[in-house]
């Protein structure tokens, strides 16, 4: 078991759980695919997935639909 295993790396749920017509929830970011990664990714990937959904918040932010 290496350091990464140990880690832990928090969700950025945040409870809304609803879905855009991208299939990015409005409430943490992550998009489909991501939120349905993140019961078994490492704690490596779970922050790559992090700093990608914080990222795409950024851009939502800057440029609204």
Do not use: Y
Request: aromatic share 2%; charged share 30%; net charge positive.
């Amino acid at each position: 078991m290496n350091d990464s295993s140990k880690r832990i790396v928090r969700s950025r749920c945040v409870g809304v759980c609803t879905l855009n017509a991208d299939k990015t929830c409005i409430g943490c970011h992550r998009d489909l695919e991501e939120i349905s990664q993140w019961a078994n990714a490492s704690a490596d990937d779970r922050e790559e997935i992090n700093r990608v959904a914080a990222a795409r918040e950024q851009q939502i932010k800057r440029h609204p639909a």
